[in-house]
């Protein structure tokens, strides 16, 4: 199996972040350099649509969706189980993987709507940009609630699923990358993910310092009186 991927970015992060918590290491990793130019040559015929991560299982198989990829390599490697164990977690699991899911889509509007680096691909509308940032937080703060019913060092109990990794790379993304504030109205979402920053599995990936420099500030492009009490 050959995975390709942008190390750095929300999506694959997904994925090196449960690799490496589920200690597969028989997974071949090719990461794309941006600096010869974007789309890589090989994406049209490994992802028409140009997104990663993708990983090519065979030449028959290749699995374009980070959570489709997530859920394959959990069935081919169930031990040890990072989807749950019985029916209830495997289904309370997949109630944190939609809420983190739609948090990163929000997300994604939000910057494609107020960020100068989607110039010319996007036409940028600042009350487009506060929605997607509105449910980027409202999202997150759901995740909080939901961990108010049931105690653990992860949100899913006491070991890590793919709940977290999918969560952890957003919010982490987020405020790396683009300078988006955590969420301090989500206090248990912010106590897990500043514990689940201290695994190994967590350590960031630097990003290109021209991505960088085109990125920061999202809030203040959002809101001319910079202020997320609105949100």
Known sequence: ??????????????????????????????????????????????????????????Q???????IAILEYLEERYPTPPMI????????RTREFVALADEATTMFSF???????????????????????AEWYYRRLREIDMLMSEKEGEFLVGNSPTI???????????AHDLYDVPYPED?????????????????TSVPFPSDLRAATQGLPALTWADYNLNVV
């Open 1 to 58: 199996m050959k995975l390709y991927e942008m190390e750095f970015g929300v999506y694959p992060r997904r994925v090196s972040i449960y690799l490496a918590e589920k200690g597969i290491t028989d997974v071949e990793r090719s990461p794309f350099d941006l600096s010869q130019g974007w789309p890589p040559k090989d994406m049209p015929k490994l992802s028409p649509l140009g997104t990663v991560p993708i990983l090519q299982v065979d």
């Open 60 to 66: 028959d198989i290749i699995i374009r969706s980070s």
């Open 84 to 91: 749950g164990s019985t029916l209830a977690e495997k289904a």
């Open 110 to 132: 939000w910057v494609r709507k107020a960020s100068p680096l989607f110039t010319g691909r996007e036409e940028l509308n600042r009350d487009a940009a506060r929605l997607g």
């Open 163 to 173: 709940a977290d990794c999918i969560t952890y790379s957003t919010v982490q993304f």
């Open 186 to 202: 989500a206090p248990r979402l912010m106590d897990w993910f500043h514990r689940f920053a201290a695994r190994p599995s967590a």
